[in-house]
């Protein structure tokens, strides 16, 4: 009788784990949507360089509210950009059941100065879930810190820098983007 019990236990214990591991990432839970996982952006560039403009970004959002992204402007990415990048590192939290805000850090070399370190520049994004679990689209500004006077010894901490510190991005500072989960592939 003991070893039924046991035994029932067991499976049942072993049945509910397959449960828990079986669902998809995207599975929605009583907070809201799942953000947690790798996400393939896609910053739309239409309006300032017409049809089918943009660029793509690889995310990672982790379930401890830390996220990472790794650009396609990193290393330089366009003919025209000067500046190489470190990759995006980040916080994010949900701000409503499908709404989530990040904001993400990195720092700004300098290639037509050495690439001497020229400053921190951040992202701050807003966004929501589009058409299921697997699809967001948002907006993002982006804005500068420099270092003082070009010094790269002499940058202000970004986390004390006022409001009124931070420039524009460069000519282009607002974006819109869409998203999608990446997902197993079978090979």
């Known amino acids: ?102 904001t993400f850090m990195t720092l700004r070399f300098d290639t037509t100065k050495g690439n001497l370190l020229a400053g921190i520049g951040r992202s701050r994004a807003t966004f929501t879930f589009t058409s299921d679990w697997d699809h967001m689209g948002g907006t993002m500004h982006m804005d500068f810190l420099p270092c003082v006077g070009g010094n790269p010894l002499a940058c202000p901490n970004p986390l004390l820098a006022q409001e009124s510190d931070w420039q524009p991005w460069g000519a282009l500072s607002d974006f819109d983007f869409t998203a999608a989960r990446v997902s197993v592939v079978s090979y």
């Open 1 to 102: 009788m003991k070893r039924k019990v046991f035994l029932a236990a067991v499976l049942f214990l072993a049945l509910g784990m397959i449960g828990l591991f079986s669902q998809p990432a995207s599975t929605q839970g009583p907070e809201g949507a799942v953000l947690t996982g790798g996400w393939y952006w896609h910053i739309d560039l239409e309006k300032y360089y017409g049809s089918g403009a943009g660029l793509p970004s690889l995310l990672i959002f982790h379930n401890d509210g830390t996220c990472f992204c790794s650009d396609a402007i990193a290393f330089g990415g366009t003919p025209t950009n000067v500046y190489r990048y470190t990759p995006f590192y980040g916080v994010w939290e949900r701000s409503g059941p499908n709404e989530f805000t990040a």
